[in-house]
């Protein structure tokens, strides 16, 4: 029986260091098949939250909860928004110029309205 747990204790030695010696290998093999599966693992994906909302609507509770409170996440999420605004200034201003000419072509939409009104 002792050798049996010493036994084991070998092999997770062994598999804990093979991991961290082959750490970039295991990682690519593990995106080459996620790439080669992601239709078949986004319809178990689907399919496991059809068959258990419950579980999906706590852990995104528990989550929103961890980070709400988690001053350290919330500091890195504004760093990693402001680094984007940085790197694509050229998108926010086109987004800018879209919406103010939304707003324009509805300010004239409803003062074309009002003028009609009251005719």
Avoid: H
């Avoid at 961890?66 to 919330?74: E, G, L, M, W």
């Amino acid at each position: 029986m002792e050798n049996e747990t010493s036994e084991k204790k070998i092999d997770k030695t062994y598999l804990k260091e093979y991991r961290e010696k082959n750490k970039d290998k295991l990682k690519e093999g593990r995106k080459k098949y996620y790439e080669k599966n992601k239709k078949a693992i986004a319809e178990y994906i689907k399919k496991w939250r059809g068959e258990n909302p419950d579980k999906v609507k706590m852990y995104n509770e528990r989550q929103k909860e961890k980070y709400k409170n988690d001053p350290v996440f919330r500091q890195k999420q504004r760093d990693a928004f402001k680094r984007w605004c940085e790197k694509n200034k050229d998108k926010l201003l086109a987004k800018r110029k879209e919406k103010k000419v939304k707003e324009s072509e509805t300010n004239s939409q409803d003062s074309n309205v009002a003028t009609a009104a009251s005719q």
